[in-house]
């Protein structure tokens, strides 16, 4: 449900206005998902509710009268400087909205979490930020941009109307009509997205993989080799890894150790015939099951290709100077990307059916992404397919969900992910 | 500037753009192995063909003058996505066409066409397709009885009628325009033919043939198809025949060789020119139903055709001839088979032939006892001459175990001779297999529990004895005028013919025993329950060897073999005077063996 959320006049020339920089004459909506809105009366007001909007208005406050620093080219900001004023300010905010603390634990609680939650902003290593201060727009399609830069609603209003603008005031995402926006100053949402530096379909991903992984015998001691069937009905296959995990692939309808059996799908890559197996093993000390060495397994003598991260022979380089705590040690990185492997793999597998005909494409106007292996990461991040759709979350992700652009960003993620959408 | 950077063998291809420990990652940005300038995508990946198309059931009989749609596509499996037929016919004798599925079936009965189906540009299946051009209605099974027609100028002339009634579910014309009935490949027409209408829905069939005999049961076919035709419908009903009234069992013959076994050596001793066994064969009717009866003699060497001209006849056959039936190739070492097929009107009756086999006897070969070392085949030792068993004899110095007894001059002198001849080759070769002197589990364990061997006697035990002659089969029986070498059980009991009479008495109690090394050993005397040396003997005897003595028992006239395997000759003198003499292979037990 999406009710209107209306702003009004300030109570009065308090100095919580002042210090925050606020015009407490502005006028606009700000759009929500929660049906609870309607009781709260002038949020605006003294002592009325704050959301992840107000938290995010903050911090474009903030970085907008910060002084930057020049690195590389680039106006950037630091950590410690952000932390130490959004802290100050915080005091004023928590004055004007009462449940200012808990809308700043909806925008991320940790300051870095709230800026990597926000648009105009990029972050770089060793906690250097680069906030956009200039107009700038991610033009989603015909009507909508995204509104990437940290220009506070406020000001953006004193040269446009309220009308022309969206607001989310559950995940912070701010939109601009297209007809109210620059010519200048866009990206188009396949650049955001990379789309030309992703695959660009099932089979491309999986034949760089069969062209650049190892042929080697399966270790004897990792596991029992299993072969994933893709589908279980003809529906939209989904694959959900954490029932499996916890289950065991035994008692699970996507996997049998039966390379012959009819149910598990057979490809044609480069004249042979290929199934997809893994390795599953039950790690006792942590009850669950691990998936290891996924490979493609031919029918029929030969050995089986590996296409893990090491049959794949990928190296993770990081600098070794950095020390920013949401920081990956190797061995992290490595199992993470092992784990985004074997996602592919399996979305792929599930991919080239939908499109050979045995199961049904997903459609753009289906909420519902669980399931489907969609690039991501549970850390918000704009570069996350899982950061605009994900609905699920109790934090706030989903950062598209009821707002005018929804649909075109799931198809355009669906897309990015190879599948072929409704 | 990225912070995950993802290289491979030295190559950057890309970053992971986010990341957090122990979670997932966001998408990998492969910036270095797409460049701007991509080239076109790869083809895509398909489906291996592990699975078969299946093609949707047709009709294979079709009316003339109809149209039919065909199945448009292939029934769908897992991982087989139904794919589009494409029907095409590639074989017509008919004016059928296709129309893309639409099949126009066109012309008359008996024409045919093939479809072929063809999918994804591969044929996966044809169709042999009929035309008929009325109706096919089903009728219960016709036995026809063939009679003979005598005096028939051409011989093998036969007559039938095959006549059927049968209620319908609905109303048939009964306007018979023809009828034929198929036998294998071959239509015949009859001499009549009517369809009778008796009720609405009750037709009867009506139709007499005249045929020649060879016709009907030409390859043995005893069945056929009746077809009455009217003009909307084809009646169709299977024909069984029934030849009873022919009588062909009259000029089956029979016969036998006399004598119906040869001795091998025998066969290959003497005369090549020379008379051994006569065929006499013995014929049935010279003529049947007026038609004459010859005969096909089929030998393993030749096949001869013979008009009968008595019902009996005796063909002498010569050594030489028999030698070249048993050289002659054949799944049976030991016997040869003459066929007598009695042929009537052209036409052999193998139903009624007679099938008269020769036996080759071959003396079995000893089985234990052997002390040389050669591997001489039992068959060619066998064909030696009498003068060579003597030169080996004298070669090898091997001693013959009987040559010292007094009585030995009253024994025939083929049985010593055959004797001899298996002493010698028991004392030239060695083993072509092990031989039987182990007994199984079972026997090793009930043997001492039956026959305990004590100082000066042999303890039985009778339920433990009769547990063991049950493993062996009982009790058996020896002619003492065979010449073949005699296979017993330890301590299985026997008893011994001559001239079809049990050889009983008190006599058998003097009997020695000789073993390979020529060492004589008494008889001892069974009461039941023990074995013992009887104090009336003649000879003396010794303790030590019990387990090796035979005994009697003179109640039942029944002997009990040794206990140890090995090689026995068993000296058995009768109070007419007779002598008899036995040679006998003590064999270890096998269960197998009784099988």
Known sequence: MSVTFRFCRSPGDEYHFNALGIDSTTNFVLQTNDDLIETVGQPFAKDTVATVFHVHEIMRILLSQLDLTEREEEMMANSTKISFHFERLSYHAASVWSDWGPAVEKAGGCFRTILQRMFGVRIRQNGWWIPHLEPKYIEVDTDWSIIDDVVTTTHLLESTSYSDIWVSMDTGLRLLRNSAKPSECSESLEHFFGRKHRFTSASAWLQWAMENGTREELPTDQGTPFYYKGIINNEVPRYYEYQVRKNGPYDSEWWTTELDASDVPKFSINGDSWAFGILWKHDEERSTWVDTYPHLRQLGEGKPVLISVSGLRLEIVTDSEEVDEIDLGPLDVRRSLNNHLVTEHLRAIRILLIELGHAQKPSAEDKTIGGLGLAGSTVPSPFSDIYFLNSNSASSLGIVIGSPIETIIRQEILENNWYVVE | ?????????????????????????????????????????????????????????????????????????????????????????????????????????????????????????????????????????????????????????????????????????????????????????????????????????????????????????????????????????????????????????????????????????????????????????????????????????????????????????????????????????????????????????????????????????????????????????????????????????????????????????????????????????????????????????????????????????????????????????????????????????????????????????????????????????????????????????????????????????????????PQIPGVYYLYVPSEGGDHYLVEIEVRGFIEEAIE
């Open chain 2, 1 to 561: 500037m990225a912070l995950k950077q993802i290289f491979r063998a030295g190559n950057r291809l890309g970053f992971l753009p986010w990341g957090t420990p122990g979670r997932r990652l966001g998408a990998a940005r492969w910036t270095d192995l797409f460049p701007e300038n991509q080239e076109a995508p790869l083809a895509k990946i398909t489906l291996a063909t592990t699975g078969v198309h299946q093609l949707p059931e047709i009709p294979t009989l079709f009316r003339h003058n109809t149209t039919h749609i065909l199945p448009e596509s292939t029934i769908g499996a897992h991982f087989t996505i139904p794919q589009r037929i494409k029907w095409q016919i590639i074989e017509n004798s008919s004016e059928s066409h296709l129309l893309d599925s639409q099949l126009s079936v066109i012309r008359g009965e008996n024409s045919n066409f093939v479809l072929s189906a063809e999918v994804c540009g591969r044929v996966i299946g044809t169709y042999e397709c009929q035309i008929e051009e009325r109706e096919r209605v089903s009728m219960p099974e016709i036995t026809v009885r063939v009679r003979p027609i005598p005096g028939r100028e051409q011989e093998g002339m036969c007559e039938f009628d095959c006549n059927q009634r049968h209620s319908f579910p609905e109303r048939y014309e009964n306007d018979s325009q023809n009828m034929e009935l198929r036998i294998g490949n071959h239509a015949h027409r009859p001499t009549s033919h009517d369809i009778i209408r008796s009720r609405v829905y009750n037709l009867s069939f009506f139709s007499s043939f005249t045929l020649p005999l060879n016709k009907l049961l030409k390859d043995g076919i005893d069945t056929g198809v009746a077809y009455w035709n009217n003009g909307i419908q084809v009646f169709r009903a299977d024909v069984i025949f029934d030849y009873s009234e022919l009588q062909l069992e009259a000029i089956s013959s029979g016969g036998c060789f006399t004598p119906s076994e040869v001795l091998i050596t025998h066969l290959y001793s003497g005369d090549n020119s020379e008379e051994i066994v006569s065929l006499d064969l013995c014929f049935g009717q010279t003529t049947l139903h007026g038609w004459p009866v010859s005969y096909t003699i089929a030998t393993p060497t030749q096949s001869v055709k013979i008009k009968k001209i008595e019902n009996e006849i005796r063909i002498p056959v010569k050594r030489e001839k028999i030698q070249q039936w048993f050289e002659s190739p054949s799944e049976n070492l030991r016997h040869r088979s003459i066929t007598l097929t009695p042929n009537i009107a052209g036409l052999d009756l193998p139903s009624s032939a007679s099938t008269i086999q020769l036996h080759l006897e071959v003396p079995e070969a000893p089985c234990l006892g052997y002390r040389g070392n050669r591997a001489e085949d039992w068959i060619k030792f066998l064909l030696r001459p009498q003068e060579e068993y003597h030169i080996i004899q004298q070669k090898h110095r091997i001693v013959d175990p009987l040559s010292d007894q007094s009585w030995i001059d009253e024994i025939s002198p083929e049985k010593l001779s055959s004797m001899n001849r298996n002493n010698i080759y028991r004392g030239i070769c060695g083993p072509a297999v092990d031989p039987p002197v182990t007994n199984c589990e079972r026997v090793t364990e009930l043997l001492p529990l039956a026959f305990n061997c004590l100082e000066d006697k042999v303890k039985v035990d009778f339920k433990t004895g009769k547990k063991l002659a049950a493993m062996y089969g009982g009790r058996k029986v020896i002619d003492v005028d065979s010449t073949e070498i005699q296979a017993l059980y330890p301590r299985q009991k026997f008893r011994l013919e001559a001239n079809d009479s049990q050889i009983s008495g008190e006599s058998p109690c003097n009997s020695i025993s000789i073993n390979q090394q020529g060492e004589s050993l008494a008889m001892l005397s069974s009461n039941g329950t023990e074995y013992k040396y009887s104090e009336n003997g003649k000879t003396g005897f010794d303790f030590d060897r019990l387990p090796e003595a035979f005994a009697y028992r003179i109640n039942s006239y029944t002997f009990a073999a």
